[in-house]
């Protein structure tokens, strides 16, 4: 089994920041992308940013400049801090790997139950 524990959501000003942790853990061999994605009320999922195992990263347009992914391979654990956040931020936020797991071959993608972000004055 394997899971994945997002912290950090909450509730913040316009213009303020906030930092989400998710934590992997479980039978897990190898861990590949990790990444952050979110769901506003009546929308899509969307990807937020993401960070390879070597450390390259990818960001939404609407998030480059004011968020930063990072990870810390040894504790399998991704982080997202968010500054200069703004109302349109607002979101369940949700964490996702692509790993493989101890004793398998195939990687595939696991997610955590998301935590909430909301940005308002």
């Known amino acids: 089994q394997v899971q994945l524990a997002e912290s950090g959501g909450g509730l913040v000003q316009p213009g303020g920041s906030l930092r989400l942790s998710c934590a992997a853990s479980?039978?897990?061999?190898?861990?590949?992308?990790m990444g952050w994605y979110r769901q506003a009320p009546g929308k899509q999922r969307e990807l937020v940013a993401s960070?390879?195992?070597?450390?390259?990263?990818n960001y939404a347009d609407s998030v480059w400049g004011r968020f930063t992914i990072s990870r810390d391979n040894a504790k399998n654990t991704v982080y997202l801090q968010m500054n200069s956040l703004k109302p349109e931020d607002t979101a369940v936020y949700y964490c996702?790997?692509?790993?493989?797991?101890?004793?398998?071959?195939?990687?595939?993608?696991?997610w955590g139950r998301g935590t909430q972000v909301t940005v308002s004055s």
């Open positions: 996702n790997a692509d790993l493989v797991r101890l004793g398998f071959t195939v990687r595939q993608d696991y």
């Open positions: 479980g039978s897990i061999f190898t861990i590949y992308t």
């Open positions: 960070i390879t195992r070597g450390g390259s990263t």
